[in-house]
């Protein structure tokens, strides 16, 4: 019954080999948004779709970008990882209207060796 | 653009006693206030939120209270747990019509129970 689910849940690339991380969502929900979540920090918000509409976040570096195919899936590129990037990426899906709560999928730990 | 302050950034109390973690928030506009919990190496999870309509809200041992004067709202769990150990995200966002509403997070409590 899971709601929000990402693959893979571990990871591992090498410096400037690209990576796609994936979230899907059961719950049909308009809005997915993807997060960069560093030890001890708080997530910090990439960019999110509203439906298809694409939203940046003005300091989200060009090496990372996201396609949405449909409702279900979203999918987070690293063109060219660096060792900076290594980190949690979440991905998570709200509702459209009068409903505020994200719902959070496990994470992908991702590793730049 | 919205700005989140939290304190204490760790917090240790006894199993049983009441924990407080503050927040403040910049933008006037912001009438949503969740609060996430984080246990080590898992997803964030919503506990309880309040909106700005609503000064106070429980759930169970969980209380949320809201001062939008002030621009600050502060999360209570009393009779502490074990379970409880965790570290706890505050956010703020503001309203829309469109259902994109964005989060800003403050930057976390690591809150310990000791037994």
């Known amino acids: 019954d899971a709601m929000v689910i990402q693959n893979p849940r571990y990871q591992v690339t090498q410096f400037g080999k690209p990576v796609t991380l994936s979230c899907s969502q059961t719950?049909?929900?308009?809005?997915m948004y993807w997060y960069q979540q560093k030890s001890s920090q708080a997530p910090k918000l990439l960019f999110h779709y509203y439906d298809k509409d694409f939203n940046n976040e003005a300091d989200t570096p060009d090496n990372f970008q996201s396609r949405r195919p449909n409702t279900s899936f979203c999918f987070l590129d690293i063109r060219s990882p660096g060792l900076g990037d290594a980190a949690m990426y979440l991905c998570?899906?709200?509702?459209?209207?009068?409903?505020?709560?994200?719902?959070f999928g496990p994470g992908t730990r991702l590793t730049v060796t | 653009g919205e700005n989140v302050e939290q304190h204490p950034s760790t917090l240790s109390v006894q199993e049983g006693d009441s924990a407080v973690i503050k927040c403040t928030y910049s933008d006037s506009a912001s009438n949503y206030f969740p609060w996430y919990k984080q246990e080590l190496g898992k997803r964030p999870q919503l506990i309880i939120d309040?909106?700005?309509?609503?000064g106070e809200k429980k759930d169970q041992r969980i209380a949320v209270t809201l001062n939008k004067t002030a621009k600050h709202f502060s999360l209570h769990i009393t009779e502490t747990q074990p379970e409880d150990s965790a570290v706890y995200f505050c956010?703020?966002?503001?309203?829309?019509?469109?259902?994109?509403?964005?989060?800003?997070f403050g930057t976390g409590t690591r809150l310990t129970i000791i037994p």
């Open positions: 998570a899906t709200s509702r459209e209207e009068n409903s505020y709560e994200q719902y």
């Open positions: 309040i909106r700005s309509n609503v």
């Open positions: 956010a703020a966002s503001p309203a829309s019509n469109f259902g994109n509403e964005k989060l800003t």
């Open positions: 719950l049909n929900h308009n809005v």
